[in-house]
T-cell receptor, first 109, second 113 residues
Framework: SQQGEEDPQALSIQEGENATMNCSYKTSINNLQWYRQNSGRGLVHLILIRSNEREKHSGRLRVTLDTSKKSSSLLITASRAADTASYFCATEATQKLVFGKGTKLTVNP | DVKVTQSSRYLVKRTGEKVFLECVQDMDHENMFWYRQDPGLGLRLIYFSYDVKMKEKGDIPEGYSVSREKKERFSLILESASTNQTSMYLC????????????FGQGTRLTVV
């Protein structure tokens, strides 16, 4: 069973706009991670947030975690065409790293 | 740089064949994972291993087995390939289970005909 569910499934925005993706999960976790996948390639790690953290930043990325609501969000500010990719959240618990179905982001130039 | 290498980028096999997908990592990572990725279903965990000769079933282990005889190598075995195993297979490794990022290989697109 998949732990994380991303929302929306697909998102199309203009270059320069912000993109927000959400992830909901079902059970307690140790940490939550976000990954990016360019078309047909392997995944690349973006950011990790631990269960005792509420917010984390990395460059143009901002991740929040609300363990009471079992949800996380990924914000990409000032998006670029190169941000076009699929984005996945992954939850870690009981030694497993479990991924959701992903959000497909398209940034139009 | 951490490198996770999958032996083939594309593979075509016949129904009923025994198929080996190989994955090698060069960073002495404890954990290794095999996922399959299908459109609309995201990544689903097949098996993972947290030590040499140790393995744990993921969410969809049926029809697959794994082998980890050496720390750097994690093999996925399709005992008798079927057309519903046509998919993208992704291998990953991570330093430890608690709070470390996973590094992915480039993926193997397997077609079973």
């Amino acid at each position: 069973s998949q732990q994380g569910e991303e929302d929306p499934q697909a998102l199309s925005i203009q270059e320069g706009e912000n993109a927000t993706m959400n992830c909901s999960y079902k059970t307690s976790i140790n940490n939550l991670q976000w990954y990016r996948q360019n078309s047909g390639r392997g995944l690349v790690h973006l950011i990790l947030i631990r269960s005792n953290e509420r917010e984390k930043h990395s460059g143009r990325l901002r991740v929040t975690l609300d363990t009471s609501k079992k949800s996380s969000s990924l914000l990409i500010t000032a998006s670029r065409a190169a941000d076009t990719a699929s984005y996945f959240c992954a939850t870690e618990a009981t030694q497993k790293l479990v991924f959701g179905k992903g959000t497909k982001l398209t940034v139009n130039p | 740089d951490v490198k996770v290498t999958q032996s083939s980028r594309y593979l075509v096999k016949r129904t009923g064949e025994k198929v080996f997908l190989e994955c090698v990592q060069d960073m002495d990572h404890e954990n290794m994972f095999w996922y399959r990725q299908d459109p609309g279903l995201g990544l689903r965990l097949i098996y993972f291993s947290y030590d040499v000769k140790m393995k744990e079933k993921g969410d969809i282990p049926e029809g697959y087995s794994v082998s980890r005889e050496k720390k750097e190598r994690f093999s996925l075995i399709l005992e008798s390939a079927s057309t519903n195993q046509t998919s993208m297979y992704l291998c990953a490794s991570s330093l430890s289970t608690w709070g470390t990022e996973a590094f992915f290989g480039q993926g193997t697109r397997l077609t079973v005909v």
